[in-house]
Nanobody
Framework: QSQLVESGGGLVQPGGSLRIACAASGVNLNYFTVAWFRQAPGKEREGIACINPNDDNTAYADSVKGRFTMSRDKDINTVYLQMTGLKPGDTAVYYC????????????????????????WGQGTQVTVSS
């Protein structure tokens, strides 16, 4: 059975850092576009970052650009989201998702943010930024 499992969420103070992980079983993430989405209370889920399988090129939403970084560990089939300079507005449940499509070019971020492109989803991990 294929599944994605997020981990590493928690409570962090404003300005702090956190790294969350997306580990896969039954699917080889090295061949997938992997994206991070988040959903804050009372808001719609939004795509914030993705990494493509061809050259590990990444794309980020303006809300996280310069603060968040995606990476892969191909040996352990895991994708990470390193978050720095965290703000209370980053509080949300964070989900990873995987797609067999490879998104490239100037529309990469917009394609990455299209939820219907993803066939695999994790259950989410809570990130709370508060003092």
């Amino acid at each position: 059975q294929s599944q994605l499992v997020e981990s590493g969420g928690g409570l962090v103070q404003p300005g702090g850092s956190l790294r969350i992980a997306c580990a896969a079983s039954g699917v080889n993430l090295n061949y997938f576009t992997v994206a991070w989405f988040r959903q804050a209370p009372g808001k719609e889920r939004e795509g914030i970052a993705c990494i493509n399988p061809n050259d590990d090129n990444t794309a980020y939403a303006d809300s996280v650009k310069g603060r968040f970084t995606m990476s892969r560990d191909k040996d352990i089939n895991t994708v990470y989201l390193q978050m720095t300079g965290l703000k209370p507005g980053d509080t949300a449940v964070y989900y990873c998702a995987a797609s067999l499509s490879a998104f490239v070019g100037p529309r990469m971020l917009r394609l990455c943010q299209t939820e219907t492109e993803y066939g695999y989803w994790g259950q989410g991990t809570q990130v709370t930024v508060s003092s």
